[in-house]
């Protein structure tokens, strides 16, 4: 046991996106699964931890820390080895314009609130084609915004990997399983292909989660 807690559920893009930064900075944590499917989130124990009864939460350093983007940028000023973000300040910005293009643009509207609400409106097949027109979008302007002079091919931008490359990687995940293909997106496919053999990026990975956690997944709502 360690005194750093993540309480995050094994399909979660937010949380698996903070699986991938705590393996890069190499920090040792208890993992808590709160289970999305059966409402666990609501429950009165995690709604003290996050009113918004979202993962994931990051219990370090006597704090509490919500929403997956504030936990990497916490961590990487806190623990700045590797560093999650470049030097320069307009390389910084380019970082996080990637990574907010998938954390507030593409994500949401692929959340279980959003698709359950779809689905009620227009019937479950508008589920399917709301979600993967979504992703098949947001993934289109993403392939567009690695059309730049430090892009070689690896990562999100020059040779390191950053809070876009953590933010970019569980979004694909979650374009696989519902059928969006990028292999026609070159830029987005050569970081997949590098990142994937990283240990903290497979380390992080849902297939690599609590096993008992996969035995649900056949049971489970597409997220």
Do not use: C, M
């Given at each position: 046991m360690t005194d750093i807690v993540l309480h995050d559920y094994w399909r979660s893009s937010a949380s698996y996106r903070?699986?991938?930064?705590?393996?890069?900075?190499g920090i040792i944590y208890t993992a808590v699964p709160v289970d999305l499917v059966i409402?666990?989130?609501?429950?009165?124990d995690h709604l003290a931890r996050n009113p918004q009864g979202l993962v994931p939460v990051l219990q370090i350093d006597g704090l509490v820390l919500t929403q997956s983007l504030a936990i990497l940028e916490y961590l990487d000023e806190t623990r700045p080895e590797p560093p999650l973000l470049p030097i320069d300040p307009a390389a910084r910005a380019h970082v996080r314009a990637l990574a907010l293009a998938i954390a507030c643009e593409i994500h949401p509207?692929?959340?279980?609130?959003?698709?359950?609400?779809?689905?009620?409106?227009?019937?479950?097949?508008?589920?399917?084609?709301?979600n993967r027109t979504n992703i098949e979008r947001g993934l289109r302007a993403v392939e567009a915004m690695l059309d730049h002079p430090q892009f070689d091919g690896r990562f999100c931008h020059g040779g390191a990997a950053s809070i876009a490359d953590c933010t970019l990687m569980p979004?694909?995940?979650?374009?696989?399983?519902?059928?969006?293909?990028f292999d026609h997106l070159p830029r987005i496919a050569a970081v997949a292909e590098h990142c994937a053999?990283?240990?903290?990026?497979?380390?992080?990975?849902?297939?690599?989660?609590?096993?008992?956690?996969?035995?649900?997944?056949?049971q489970e709502e597409s997220r």
């Open positions: 903070v699986r991938i930064a705590l393996g890069l900075k409402g666990q989130q609501h429950a009165a509207l692929s959340n279980l609130a959003v698709l359950g609400r779809v689905e009620a409106l227009a019937g479950a097949g508008a589920r399917s084609d709301w979004q694909l995940y979650n374009a696989a399983r519902w059928g969006v293909g053999t990283l240990p903290a990026f497979a380390g992080a990975h849902p297939d690599r989660s609590d096993p008992s956690r996969q035995a649900k997944a056949s």
